[in-house]
């Protein structure tokens, strides 16, 4: 169990430029999430997948946003045309048996724009 | 509305002393309660978790207990030491299995 890997865990970018970050979660695990954290705020749910089936999406992704989980393993989060109120920490997390065990994050991506 | 609130923002508290940090949450139809840490610039580390039909989790020196009637939940942290300096974050999982947390209670131990 290497834990849920994310991947860059920072970047950097002038707004209106596209960005993509990656999530690899714990092996076994077939559920994936995505949050957006700000500053001094709790986590707030943005999508989340089954496999490779993404089964909800939170009003907060607009459609300058897309995840992807091609083949139920990792997964891709885009932003388009970047905002400066994209600005956050994203996290991944990953569980095995939803509503049984716990979600388990990764350190997160932390997004800057300039 | 499905709210989750953390009492109090910000504590800053002597080595070893007791605390307790609270939760509340506005619907009581939940799955499960989950206490989380979070240190500076780092993502979440799972603490305990607690299921609807449980009344408390104990792992070391932390302790969670669940009231799903009065929607409440604390987290006790016994003999508290510096390096429970963190931020500490609760999560309730409603059925549509995505986690709605609170805005975390920030605390300090001094040695």
């Known amino acids: 169990d290497t834990g849920v890997s994310q991947n860059p865990r920072h970047k950097i970018t002038k707004r209106g430029q596209n960005v993509t970050f990656r999530c690899d979660p714990i092996s076994e695990h077939n559920r994936l999430y995505w949050y957006r954290q700000t500053l001094g705020q709790g986590p707030e749910f943005l999508t989340y997948?089954?496999?490779?089936?993404?089964?909800?999406k939170s009003r907060l992704l607009s459609d300058r946003f897309s995840a992807e989980r091609p083949k139920g393993s990792f997964s891709t989060l885009e932003i388009q045309r970047t905002e400066q109120g994209d600005s956050a920490m994203y996290l991944c997390?990953?569980?095995?048996?939803?509503?049984?065990?716990?979600?388990?994050f990764g350190d997160g991506t932390r997004l800057s724009i300039l | 509305k499905q709210e989750v609130t953390q009492i109090p923002a910000a504590l800053s508290v002597p080595e070893g002393e007791n605390l307790v940090l609270n939760c509340s949450f506005t619907d009581s139809a939940i799955y499960n309660l989950q206490w989380f840490r979070q240190d500076p610039g780092k993502g979440l580390t799972s603490l305990l978790l607690i299921q609807s039909s449980q009344r408390e989790q104990t792992s070391g020196r932390l302790n969670a207990s669940l009231d799903k009637s009065s929607g409440r939940s604390t987290l006790y942290i016994a003999a508290s030491q510096p390096g429970d300096s963190a931020t500490y974050l609760c999560a309730v999982l409603y059925n549509t299995d995505k986690l709605i947390f609170g805005t975390g209670t920030r605390l300090q131990v001094f040695p």
């Open positions: 997948f089954q496999n490779e089936a993404q089964l909800e």
């Open positions: 997390a990953s569980s095995l048996a939803p509503g049984i065990q716990p979600q388990h």
